[in-house]
Every structure is written in C-alpha cells, then in structure tokens.
C-alpha cells in the first residue's frame, strides 16, 4: 500500500500517522516524488483500514498494491537487482550460463563436465547431490559426498558451484556451495524458504509445476523478508495437458517476471521440455527474449546417466548450443 | 514385478533366484497363487533384466507392475485399508468426518467449535496450528500453543486431533496429535514425508495442486516404505484454467484411487471449491461415489475467521450437511 | 448493467434516458424493486459511460454486471428454467436420463437399447449420427441414416432423441429431433450457434474442453439471443494434466453453475472419464449434488462398439445405475 | 502402418497382400528401402490384425506408426513442405511475417496499415473480416465488407491476405483471399476442415487453446486428406492455470511440430500474451527457435480498436521487432 500524502503536510501529522501504522505492525518507507511524500507500507496490511485513512485531511490517495509481495517487486525498487556470486554476475545486463550433470555420480565425471563446460563458456557449474524424486526407490543423490565431489571440481575449474537443499537441516553442508537451489516441489516450503532467507547465501528459486508467477514472487518475498535479498527465479516449466514435451516452459514469464519484479531470470530448458534434441532451440529462445541466464543439463555420458539422461546435452552439443546463444545476445543487443 | 514360477519348481533352484534377487537390493515378498508360487519384488526392479528372468527354466511369466508403488498398490494389497484413530476407523467401508476451523485461533474457539461438530456428528478434529501461508506476512497460525489448544480441545469432546506439520523438527510438539497432516504444498517435501515414514503415526496426506494421482501414490509409498502404513489419502481440488471455484475438485480422484490403491480416500470440499454455499453439494457428491470421508471447515464465526472464512460453514449450516450425508451413505448403501 | 434510479423520479426524465439508451443500441427492461424503478440494459454496454451516467440527479447507483450473458444470467431471471420436451421435463426440480450408444450403428442396436433403457427409467434416448472424431480416417457415424435409425427407435419406444449436430447445412435432416445436441468441439462454433438460435428445437450445449464456465454460459447466450431460450447445458469433463481418466470431471460447475444461471445443467459422466468403471460412481455424485440430469452412454455389446466402447456400459450395469439414482435423489430431497 | 517385406519376396504373393488390404478399405503407397519393399498403409489401419500380418512368410516385420496422421508425417515425407502463396513462400528455410490489425475497420485504415506493415518488411497482410467473439453483442466484424478492403489493402500494397473463415457457406467470399485461416475456436469443426481440404487455397491452421499437437495435426490431416497440402500451422497459446498473460505461448511446439511434421510452423506472439509489450520478446524468442514464421497484430491506434487493442503494436513499435527479428535470424543462421 502506498499512501501519496497532500504537499505541505505539517510533519506533527505526518508522525502521528506514522506512529499510527507502526502501531498496528507495519514497517513504513518514506520516499518523494515531485512534491509528494510517499509511505510504503511493508507487511500485512489488510490490518488498515483504506477508507479511514483515505478521510484524513493529510492524504491524497491510498494506492493499494494488489500484489502483496514487496520486497520483489519492480514498483518499490525500480532498478535491476545484480546477484553477484564472487564476481560472476547475473542480472541487470549480465548473462549468466549454469551447467552440468543432473547428478554428481563421481569425481571423475564431475570434474570432467566441470572442465569441458567452463572452456565453452559457462559461468556456473550445477551438480544435484540431494535428488528429490518421484519414487522412493530411485537413486537419491549421492548426498554429502557429491557435495564434497563439487567442492573439489569447483577447485578444479574455478567455477562456483550450484546445488540443491531439500532440507533446512542439510544447512550446515552447504558451507562452500556458492548457489542454492530450491527445486520445483519445494517452492511452497514455507519453513525451508524461511531458513535459507537468515543465511546470505544466493538462492536459485525454481518455480513450481503450477504455480503462477505471483506466487512464485511470494516464496521469493519469504526468503527476502527473512533479509537475504540474493535471490534469482528460474523458470523450468509448467504442468499443463500437452504430454509430448515433460512439461510446458512457460517463455513469456521471462517478460512478466521483468515487468513484475527486479530480481534476475533464468531459463531451464532442459526439465521445461525434457528432451535433449529440444535444448538448443529453447535456450536460443530465452537468450532472445532477455532472460539473465540459462540452466542446462551436461552429461560426459547421457545414455548412462543416472537420473534424467534423456534431457542432458553431450559436451559437444553443449559447445553448439554456447557458440549459438553468444550471436543470439549479440543479436539482441544484451552484451555483458 | 511378480515373478510367477512354473508349478513343482525346486526348492533349491527357486532360492538361487531369491539369493540373486537379494544381491540386487531387492526385498522378495513370497506368495501362492493356484499352484504357483508369486515372488513380488520390492525396490528398485529397474536393475532386472527382464527378459534374462524370462529364459529361465522355473519361469511361467513375469509380469511388471508399471505403477511403480509397491506397498500402496492395490494390486498387491486387495483389501481395503481401514486406518484406526485410537478406535475411530476409517476405510473398508467406515466412513469418517474430519471438522473443525482452517486455524486455531482462542481455547474458547476451538472448544466450542469442537463441541458443536461433535454434536453433529462428526469423528475426528481439525484445526491449523502451523499454517502454510502464500504471504510471509500473513498470519503463520498459534504454532505450539495451537496445538495445546487443539489436545484440549480433544480432552474435553474425546474427538482425535487431526492437524498440519510442515517441518520435521517440529515433530516433538506432535506427540498428542492423533493423526498428522500433509498439505498439498508439501506433498513432494520427500525429507518430510521420510520423516513421518519412521513414526507410527496416521498421516493425512493431500494432492498436491498439480500432481497426479500416481505422484500422490509414490508420496504416500515414501511414507509406507519408511514402515508406518497408516495413510490416508486426501483430495483436495486441483488447478485447472477455470477461475469461478478456487480450485476443481476432481471427483473422480474417489473411485480411481479405490482402483488403485487400498488406502482411504477422503475429499475436502472446503479447499476445492473455496467456496462455502458449495460444501453442501460436493460433500453430497463425495459421500455419493464411495469417499472414505469428508474433511469441512467449520468456523463459529466465518466472516471474521483469521484465515479461510469464504469457504468455512457455521455449525449451523454444518449440521444440515451432516443430515444430508447421513441419507446419502444409506442410499448408496455404505453405512459404517 | 442495471441503473438504479432515485424514488420520485419524473416520468419526462426517465423517457429522456430511455430514449438516450436506445439511441446507443441498448434494449431497455424495466422493473420494480422497493419503490426504486431499475433499468435493466441489455446488449453491449460498453457503450456507455458510467461515470457520466451516475452523475445524473435522478440515478442512485449504477451496478455493471461483469457477467456479459444476460438472457442466461439468473440475476435476471431468478426462476429455474424447465425445459419441455414433448412432455418430459428437465430443471427446476424436473431429472432427466438421456442413455443410449455413442454412435447408431444399426436398426435391431438402436431399437433394442432404446427399449432396455426405458425400461430402466431413461426418459431420453440419445445416439450419435454424425460423429466428430479426431481422426479423418475413422468412423464418422451413420449420418442421415443413422437420424433414420433413431426416429425409428422413437416410434418404438416413445423416448425424445438426443443427436448431435456439425454443421448448420444438415438442420433438414434433424426435424424430427427433439433435442440437439452441440458437441464439446463446436462449443465456439458461433456461426452452427447463431443457426440453431434461429430454430426453437431444445439445444443440449456441451462445454469445451478448456472453456470457463462463463464461456459456456456466453455461448448459450449466442443461441438464446437469437431467440431460443431451451438450451439444456452440459458438464462432460474438461482437460487438466492428469492422465489416468480421459478428462477431469469439474463436479463442481453443477453448484457454479445453479448459481449463475436458470438453465439446466446436465452431467455426462461417461465422456468426462472415459471408463465405464467410473460411471456408477459420477453418475451417483452427479444427482447427490443437484444436476438436473445426466447423459450415460449405454451399448448393447461395448466391446465392439465402432466407438467409445470402454466408456459404455451394458443394459444390466445401467439397471444398476439407475437404481442407485433413484435412491440418491430420494436421499437428498428432489424427487419429481 | 508400415510393412516391411522381405527381400526377394514374389509379385504375386505380394499382390495377394495387396488386394487384401485394399479390400479392407486401405490405400496402400509402394516404396524401396534398401533391398526391401515398404508397403505403407493409409486409412484406419484398426481393421488389420498386426499378428496375423506378421506371421506371414513374406513379411520382415511390421511397424506400427503410432501418429494417426500420414499426410501430415515427417516420417513419410522427411522434406520440409515449402508453401508459396503467390510467390511468397513460407517454410523450408523460407521465413513469413504476417502482420494487421485484428479487425478490418475502415478502409483508410486497412490500407494505411498495410502500407507501413510493407514497408517495414511484412510479407502479408492479415485483418479480421468474421470475427469470432465471445459474446454474441460484441463486434462482429465488418464480414464481406471487410473482405473487399482487404482485396483493396491487397492491390495497393502487393501484399496477399490472410483472413478467418468461420463458415463454410461463406467461401465464395474468399475468392480473392489468398491464405484462409482457421481460428483456435474452430481447430476441431471438421466440417469446416473438409470444406477447406476441397479448395486449393493454403490455410492458416491455429492450434485450439486446449489441444495437444498431435490434435492438431489430425485437424491438418483433415484438410489435407480432402487434397489440400497446402496447410502452414500457427502456435497462439494454450489455456494454463497462469493469469498474467492472456494464454501461455507453447513455445517448444516449434521444435516439437518440426520434429513430428514437415509443414511450417508460425508463432502468434499478440494472441498468447494478450500484451502488446510482451511481443517483441516472444517474436525474437520464435524467431531463435527456427519458427518459419510469425503473425503480429498491428494497429494504427491500438486505443481506439474495436478488438484485441491491447495487445496490438503500433506501426512504430512494428518497425522495431522487424529490426530486431532481422538480426536474430541472422544470428541463428537462417536467412531466407
């Protein structure tokens, strides 16, 4: 809610107000705009009642902001949120490719992918140590030990590393990883968003099967609230009622998001479509219609791969797809 | 997978193929059929080489469960699951209502709604004390002293306490909890659905919004694997494009899960419609085609209910749904 | 839109505005309510200015309907609407059964389901001539023949004909049709829409398989506005991601759509899930939550049937069914 | 279906095949691969007992397609179909854009937009003349009149026409159009589809909001089974549970049609956003992802149109994806 208050109001009325709103639990920002001084009101504030207030002599208006989220939102902080993970950034012009196997099966391996996809030009390297899948029989991730296993091929290479928490009780191993990943069936864990907004971490929020956008920008605003403000959305797909593709990547979000909120877009093409052969043509799709960094599935070997082979690139698809997506940004005029 | 073995097999031959099965990782379930012996295997089948066990001398056929749930199948289990709530049961033909207000919100509150939906009718009493809120700065719920309130609410009606956990470290608090929650938005928190597969405890678990039913049988096998068997399924409305109702009940979760699984299948009309003036009509419709029971949200007073007020029924209106159900279980002929 | 106006309006004021309003294309329909006069406008109201309007001394408010569908708006029209064919009765209060094969495939099949359906209680006998199928390749039904086939049938048994129309130029053939029905396919089709306005036959209109509820009421209002207000509508499954029933029956779009509009609303459970098995069950829920009637597809051999065949169910399953029917209407109170 | 003969097999023992299967209703196409004979069935390949076919001496194995499309197939026709609508191509490394107004409004206005449409590198002109709505009292289109501007738009500018037919009794009227197109609504009116396959005009086939696309290429099979191969496919959005945009543009059917069929593909970027500030990103992200085309709406005052303002571009904002896609298909290496 924003409360746009009459120029030249005395300041005594002003305090009061605002000792008022303090009162029922809201965090007020001041801003001006022309003559005008403006309230932010940060929290909940279905506790004030708009028609009151509208009757004081001092107010000008009462704006509510239907989307509730505040912090994530583009209409209090205009400018492009940069997440900086030790140097390699993403947003507000910068472009940045995360890449690697769905699962860290050994050193060798990762350190190999490691290897191969920084020479092509990827900034990040991904690797799932906790898996979360479907059926409790599947193989769940090699655990603390594919931690350790992307510590030393970040060593290796250079490359921060990005992985994924399913549980606020894993914390304590993620020291040394430079993104965390908060997968799709997790977006609406309240009490894990929770814990990762008191670290300060960058978060990776993918977005759930069938979540709009605005809740999405929800579970970004709870980590924010907690006061980690590092957070980058990523769109990997919804659910709808085509089978041929795994899922539906849902492309205009990259506009929305962008038009939604300041916080930096990545695209996931490879569990937006499942299908390897469908990668390149989708990651040149979001490279063209801005989004701030791409997520890609590379395995040394997809045919052996241990979770999600048929959707991962070989090494040298990958080198195609990152030759291919530079002219793309080049082409659209998005250089960083 | 059920491997059927020829009649007047060896036993020495029959336990080599039990040994290499075991050496795989599989659990072997041994059964008699006719004059066949069935071996159901239990765990990740995706290691046998099917047409390998094909050849073998002592093979009549092999037949591969597709669903790959094992210990929800119905296939396997062909008796009705009838879970126990110290005394109040549910499944194979009880019938059981769950009611009570989306929060916990004062003892006076929660005691007196209990007591009115006892009167009705009703076996069981829900209440939210951790509430998963899209908001971060919506109301969270009572937390602990929710749930102190909810186990006094239990000593004075005797009515077993159905409420929702949304993280394992809370666990401890859920003691004198008599049946726990899963939510929708929870129903792939693969770690928290593994810690409440190493407690005893009867679970509620809900469709999440954009899962299959086959998803939901995979979370409650999490569950059943980790050894507690006491699920009971819950539907709860789905996301669909049509905006008139928060959600589409799909109805027809009841009799496919009945198809495909052997635990009780409960609806929520309160939470697929989002609408109160509809909970008559889709309670109706939920006792009509077979559901093991009904979950309604009953607030003494709707319209300043902290969380969910629109589709929360008065005890009034409550008892007039439960009249009406009472009809519809005699007409179809289910009168547990 | 409805304009309220102010008590004590002058007559000379009020014509002024009427004729203003006509002037805009606007059909105005005057009534009463307290001792207001309120101008119910119907047509495309975007034409006029509201804020203009309400600043006129003698109106006292102006509500915008949201909803675009007047004619099949129950706001307009409180009362139930029955729809008479030839005697048997649907709505307000009045159930119909409409049972019969998916497609007509021979005089002694037609015949012979159409007795054992009435001696069921079927009160309709429906049969599909012209067939929209998916494939250009496949059984497209009997066509005028097939019309034949069922007038036939009527005369056997008395029963009203349901058949389903594609194309405006076949409307010769279907005089002798009591009902016709409009497929899920050409729910937009305006053009067969504006056609069968123009006819005064009943119209069973079927929703779309993605299409919102106010769709379907805007569609019924296509052939409403032409001037045929019998139109009978059609809940037969919508399209979400879940695969294991062939659509998603949205039980509730009968409560939704009780509340939104006078016209009868229909339940067709066996294309809303595509198996037979389910039909039992959805066509119970169906009556216990106040449709005015449902639509079953019966076959004399449903194997091998030239379409449709594992949703069909036998004359004996369908005594079945419609035992269960009876008891669940008597249960919830509508019995005529 | 296809058969596979093994080599060396005799003329009449094939013969013998042949006749059977043509008895049975099936159109069989002869071709070589290697040393063996393909026999490839067309029609309802139901009818034929596959393991009754394969037992037969002569046959190698059988193959059964599972897309019941033919005609449509990449499989049986491995080249990319080039459209050429009056020496504007389209497909096969041909690249359309097809650009207008939504509806055909005045004469002055058609040609004035056809006219910078052409200028900025337009290679057709599209404008609604029938227009479906969903409300029976929102603007219907000019109809035949509008036709007549578009044949005026057509002589000043050189530019061939695009416009939706929505009734097969109005194609004397499309005389002069040169591409006719299928809107969403009317994708599964397979009346209208076999009316359109006995012309020779190319059609403009939009996917329905809730179709899959194998859906959709059955409905190109109609048109194409009555002779008419002339059908270029066009990806508008489908119906998702997202509220942000109008529809959900399926981007991946763009590699996803391309890899199951050899017709051209084009993206409608205004129709599934619904925004006209969002198109520019979605047409370079069409453009990346080797769509052989797209539509855009264009308006000279997207204010004041009488339909879908707005999501329509201005001229100016025209001119600027022009550029813009320019550059990204010169990126991607695709120049015709």
Known sequence: MIITLKPHTEEEQKDQLMRWLSGRGLEVDVSEEDDHELLRLIGDTSVVDVSMVEMLNMVQNVRKISAPYKKANRLFHPKDTVVDVHGTKIGGGYFSVIAGPCSVESE?????????????????????????????????????????????????TGLPIVTEIMNENHLPLFEEVDVIQVGARNMQNFELLKALGKTRKPILLKR????????????AEYIMAGGNENVIL????????????????DISAVPALHELTHLPVVVDPSHATGKASFVDSMASAAAACGADG???????????????????????????????IRRVRAAVGTEN
Chains 1, 2, 3, 4 share one sequence.
Not at 236 to 247: A, C, L, V
Not at 304 to 320: C, E, I, M, N, R
């Open 108 to 156: 060798e391996q990762i350190i190999g992918i490691a290897k191969r996809v920084k020479a092509a030009g990827a900034t990040m390297l991904r690797g799932g140590a906790f898996k979360p899948r479907t059926s409790p029989y599947a193989f769940q991730g090699m655990k603390a030990d594919g931690i350790e296993l992307l510590v030393k091929a970040k060593k290796a």
């Open 208 to 219: 759930g099967l069938a979540n709009t956008l605005k809740e999405l920008l929800m579970s």
């Open 234 to 249: 990523c769109e990997r797909g919804i659910r709808t009622f085509e089978p041929y593709t795994r899922n539906t990547l």
């Open 294 to 324: 791409i997520m890609i599935e590379v395995h040394n070997d997809p045919a052996h791969a241990l979770s999600d082979g048929p959707q991962s690139l070989t090494p040298d698809q990958f080198d195609g797809v990152m030759e291919k």
